[in-house]
Antibody, heavy 120, light 112 residues
Framework: QITLKESGPTVVKPTQTLTLTCTFSGFSLSTADVAVAWIRQPPGKALEWLALIYWDNDKRYSPSLRSRLSLTKDTSRSQVVLTMTDMDPVDTATYYC????????????WGQGALVIVSS | DIVMTQSPDSLAVSLGERATINCKSSRSLSHTSNKKGYLSWYQQKPGQPPKLLISWASTREYGVPDRFSGSGSGTDFTLTINSLQAEDVAVYYCQQSLIYWTFGQGTRVEMK
């Protein structure tokens, strides 16, 4: 059974750096073609892809947010960490950790999401 | 960026009737080498994460009822829900994966 769980602060202040951890089970991020993505959703709004890390440590970032994002993985601990700098109230959203289980495939499995509120 | 535009933004359908959601991309989502359509559909119910319904434009995921079907190619795609059930009330998103990943704005399906 595949599970993904996001963890991190619920509230961050403007200009601070957000660090979110995705802890997963049921698959390995060392398996060829597997990738883990971060996708966010502001309250009442649409989904927005942020970043994705491949099994071979290759990474992709949203062009509009690239300068603020960083991804790392710890395969032995089954974790992926997203860092987002210079947080702003418009970054208030639910942040999802998502598995892409096959080459060029869809987003197969989603975590429950972590709500992050940016407020002073 | 590839922009995904869904229509309508919302629709109300009677129990047992058909719901049709359209998704248009700003460029063709058909891969030049394998001709696959890099388009997926997701269902999101209130308070839940999205759930994958259809990948590669028309491939239904395991366990998804067969009243859900996807069609289309190039820049125009459709999600059809035949015989709408109460549990189908949700927001539906299309998503392209040809170049990076982008979602449509969502279509809210309600019961009439």
């Amino acid at each position: 059974q595949i599970t993904l769980k996001e963890s991190g602060p619920t509230v961050v202040k403007p200009t601070q750096t957000l660090t979110l951890t995705c802890t997963f089970s049921g698959f390995s991020l060392s398996t060829a073609d597997v990738a883990v993505a971060w996708i966010r959703q502001p309250p009442g709004k649409a989904l927005e892809w942020l970043a994705l890390i491949y099994w071979d440590n290759d990474k992709r970032y949203s062009p509009s947010l690239r300068s603020r994002l960083s991804l790392t993985k710890d395969t032995s601990r089954s974790q992926v960490v997203l860092t987002m700098t210079d947080m702003d109230p418009v970054d208030t959203a639910t942040y999802y950790c998502v598995l892409r289980g096959s080459e060029d495939g869809p987003f197969d499995s989603w975590g429950q999401g972590a709500l992050v509120i940016v407020s002073s | 960026d590839i922009v995904m535009t869904q229509s309508p933004d919302s629709l109300a359908v009677s129990l047992g009737e058909r719901a049709t959601i359209n998704c248009k991309s700003s460029r063709s989502l058909s891969h030049t080498s394998n001709k696959k359509g890099y388009l997926s559909w997701y269902q999101q119910k209130p308070g839940q994460p999205p759930k994958l319904l259809i990948s590669w434009a028309s491939t239904r995921e395991y366990g998804v009822p067969d009243r859900f079907s996807g069609s289309g190619s190039g820049t125009d795609f459709t999600l059809t829900i035949n015989s709408l059930q109460a549990e189908d009330v949700a927001v539906y998103y299309c998503q392209q994966s040809l170049i990076y990943w982008t979602f449509g704005q969502g279509t809210r399906v309600e019961m009439k």
